[in-house]
């Protein structure tokens, strides 16, 4: 008899095309298995207009899913790795992360035009206080907006002329087709990504033997940068009350922060590459400039 697993997610198309790709990966994999996907709604599902700090933070996106895994109604949970908070329930665990997809963010316009051409006093919007910070250092004359919703309901806010653009992070547009609407790609020097963007976590129970499944889930290089980026959550021990972005590349054979933080006491963005030998040297050089902002 095959063993059943049972994936819970959120029920946004994305949350969905991430479950799948979990489902697949496993199925593909493994012939005693079979595997259901649960949709379960979250408080950050139920309130669609305050802002996310306000009622709870990232942890908005998980409370539900993180229940239905500690009394066992399923096996896995399967999130976007940047909603995940760095304090997870006690019993929990992440398992694995996915490889990444591009980590950059996006802007869709309605009329297809670059940030720079943008008129005084458009409106822009975001949920994000760290793409806020760096939208404005970018072109100080736009009206940086807040916005809820998945990546379909922002897309059509714009079309519907309430926003005159959206900035979205291009994973998701990736994944679910979505790139004709894309009218410029941010490089990482102007919008440094939040940490993890672009990476699936998969979750569950501490003791439990799941983990066996995922070994060929993920390359090297991405567990390297996902660790990392955590990692840097961690050590900051960052919220949303401080608009902060983290970013760690792999290229050819060096390595290569970008990283930003506007803190209470002042704002850094700069970038840092280095050989392989170097990375926790630099990795602490970087902590260390970023202390004195908080």
């Not at 399967?78 to 997809?101: F, M």
Request: glycine residues 6%.
């Amino acid at each position: 008899m095959k063993r059943t697993l049972i994936i819970g997610t959120r029920s946004s198309k994305l949350a969905i095309w991430q479950a799948l790709y979990v489902k697949s990966f496993l199925l593909d994999n493994f012939s005693d298995i079979a595997v259901e996907i649960k949709e379960i709604q979250t408080t950050g599902d139920k309130n669609l207009h305050d802002p996310i700090g306000s009622f709870g933070g990232k942890g908005i996106f998980l409370k539900e899913i993180e229940d239905a895994l500690l009394s066992k109604e399923i096996d896995l949970a399967v999130h976007s790795y940047k909603d995940v908070p760095t304090e997870i329930p006690s019993g929990l665990e992440i398992i694995t992360a996915s490889n990444r997809e591009d980590p950059r963010d996006v802007l869709v316009s309605r009329d297809n035009i670059e940030l720079s051409k943008f008129s005084e006093n458009s409106k822009i919007g975001t949920g994000s206080l760290r793409r806020t910070e760096q939208l404005k250092a970018l072109k100080a004359d736009i009206k940086v907006v807040p916005i809820r919703g998945n990546v379909d309901t922002r897309i059509n806010k714009v079309f519907s002329k309430e926003y005159d653009g959206v900035v979205l992070a291009y994973a998701g547009i990736k994944r679910l087709d979505l790139e004709q609407n894309i009218s410029q790609i941010f490089s990482v020097e102007e919008i440094v990504p939040s940490p993890l963007q672009g990476f699936v976590a998969v979750e569950a129970m501490q003791d439990t033997d799941l983990a066996k499944y995922f070994h060929n889930f993920s390359d090297e290089k991405s567990l390297i940068i996902s660790n990392y980026e955590r990692r840097f959550l961690k050590d900051l021990e960052l919220n949303c009350d401080f608009p902060a972005g983290f970013c760690f590349q792999i290229l050819k054979d060096k390595f290569r922060f970008n990283y930003f933080l506007k803190g209470s006491k002042k704002t850094i963005k700069e970038a840092v590459e280095f050989n392989y030998s170097d990375l926790n040297k630099n990795y602490s050089e970087m902590l260390k400039k970023l202390f004195p902002a908080i």
